[in-house]
Each structure stands twice: as structure tokens, then as C-alpha cells.
């Protein structure tokens, strides 16, 4: 912690992000097809049509792509006749989809995912918040708002819970999500 302060909080982020994208897939799974899918957030898809997807909207899943990104078709309700079609990538999908038929996914998603916004709030510094009081009671006060406890005392939720966690650490010791010791642009210089 010797960087300054705007630094390391640009950081914290960076590193919680990409531990995300390497470890979200152990809760959420891969969509495969025929996966029915719920829209809990509007977006514009990720294809070159760029369709608008609005909140609410249902899906089922045609296919997959070797990445994890999926063609979807969409309809806004059971009685509709219009279809959409449209690629959503793998990111897209974490972001702004739900599955209706994972709910224990679902909800270790949204823990894991307030968890991990409790830890960018602290600025990384849980481990040294947790050394006083005031502290502690932050952490404590973050992991109620997350419904943590909840979440271990069902045992789907704390299966996928750990598995993120475990996937987070192995990342973490592979430094997949480290900085880099010297940037290839100043080697050159």
C-alpha cells in the first residue's frame, strides 16, 4: 500500500472485476440451450442489430458460441408474437439476466456480488479495518445488508459461495489478476 490513495482504490477495482470475470461462471454456470433466461435490467444487445432488450422481457436460449456468449430469443410476454433474436455475451448475461429456474445460483450470485461491493466500499482493506472495532462493525453491517448468513445457512447458496471464493483465491495465487511488475511499453523505452 505504498501507491497513493486514488491508486489503490482504481486498483481494488480492477482486481475485484477481474476475479469476477474469471470466477462468476462457478455460480452462474453456462447458459446451454434451451436455458429460460429473465430480463432484471435493460441493455442494447451484443450483436451488430444492437436491439433493446427491455427489463422484464423472457428468453430461451437457441444456442451457444465456444466463448459462452448466446443467441437468445426474446418476447416480452407468453401471448406475444413478436420474437427477438439476438447475441448476448457472456458478460452481458451476469449483468443483466436472471434464470428463473436457478434460483439458488441467483441468489449466490447477488451475495457473492454484494460481498464483492462491500470489499470495493472498504477499498480492499478489510483484512486492516478488521483490527478495530468501528471496523468490525462496518464488515458486520456490510455482510447483514448481503443476507451473507443466510446465504451459508442454505446449502446450495454456500456451495456456490465457496466455490467462488475458492475460485477468487486460486486466481488470486495464479496473479492471473496481478499488476504487471513492468509494463512492455516502458521495457521498450
Known sequence: QDCEEEQWNRCCGQEIACHNNYCREEILGQLQANTKVRVRAAFVSDDEARGEITKGMLGRVVRTDSDGDALIKFWRDDYDEEILRHW??????????ELPERPDRMRASKVT?????CTLSMNCNMGELSRTRQGQKRIQACMKGCKYEECQAEKECKTFAEAYAGCKQRVAESKKCSPLEERPMEAEL
Open 88 to 97: 448476448v455475451f457472456k458478460q452481458t448475461f451476469w449483468e443483466k439476466l
Open 113 to 117: 456480488g454484494c460481498m464483492d461491493n
